[in-house]
């Protein structure tokens, strides 16, 4: 059974994969082109960020949402020699889609949390760590994986909410820029909503389903977001706070905050 700290990123166990597989496109996230297979040229011999404490004013904030919920320390240990060392491995592939069944993973152990559906919940985590063994990454439908899980995701997300005015539901709302400064969004169900910009200033979000909302630059202080349901740290990552905002256990601070 995986915990949530196996189930957050560990560069220092890394190979530097997230510098390498994924693709950069100049824009505000990033400074530069690069493609998916290149690796950064940021990224040192020791696969260490050379620019780590200051990719935001070097223009790489991007880099500091990722998140491969311990994805790239478990490819690099399985790997046991880097992509320097041994060229023609698939760790760049396998990549996206161990974080993807991590994430799952992740959400899963959330569940346990609650107490309800427990032999679901377990059964679910024990296909999916034994989907996440498959030799061939790439072989892996995840997206077939997604829609099995979800099933249990929305059962927990229910029992905890519990039911709600239709004003809270607001599942893939397009909430851009929304000024919602102090709103009553508890127990909302703000599942892939877009909250991009959006003023959540004092707003109260405890127990809100946040899964799969898009939190980029929403401004999150003061608010509440105490028990909020499947949060992840990219997701916080992406938002603006301070020391104000109120985060579940299970995220942290960031550091640019």
């Known amino acids: 059974m995986p915990s949530r700290t196996e189930l957050r990123a560990d560069c220092g166990s890394c190979f530097g994969l997230c ?6 496109s100049r824009s505000a996230d990033f ?5 998916a297979g290149d690796p950064c040229p940021n990224l040192s011999e ?3 960020c050379s620019i780590h404490s200051k990719l ?3 223009g790489f904030p991007g880099c500091t949402v990722y998140d491969c919920f311990g994805a790239g320390q478990e490819i690099s240990r399985r790997a046991g020699k880097s992509w320097r060392e041994q060229p023609g491995q698939d ?3 396998a990549l996206p889609i161990l974080r993807q069944l991590h994430e799952l993973l992740w959400y899963l152990t959330e569940c346990l949390e609650y107490k309800a559906f427990d032999a679901d919940v377990r059964t679910a985590i024990a296909r999916v760590e034994d989907v996440s063994r ?5 072989t ?3 997206v077939a994986e997604r829609a099995a899980v979800n099933e249990i995701l929305l059962k927990t997300s229910q029992l905890v909410r519990g039911k709600q005015s239709k004003k809270k539901e607001r599942r893939g709302a397009d909430l851009i820029g929304a000024r919602l400064r102090g709103a009553d969004l508890h127990k909302a169900n703000l599942r892939g909503a877009y909250l991009i910009g959006a003023d959540l200033r004092d707003a109260d979000l405890r127990q809100a389903d946040l899964i799969g909302a898009d939190l980029r630059d929403a401004d999150l202080r003061q608010a509440d977001l105490t028990g909020a349901l499947f949060l992840t740290q990219s997701q916080i990552n992406a938002a603006l706070g301070d020391e104000t905002t109120k985060l579940p256990e299970a995220v942290t601070r ?3 905050w």
């Open 31 to 35: 400074a530069i082109d690069k493609p």
């Open 134 to 138: 498959t030799a061939d990454l790439t």
């Open 56 to 58: 935001r004013p070097a």
């Open 46 to 48: 020791d696969f260490r």
């Open 254 to 256: 960031p550091s640019h």
């Open 19 to 24: 510098c390498v597989a994924l693709t950069f």
């Open 91 to 93: 760790m760049f592939a």
């Open 140 to 142: 892996v439908d995840v």
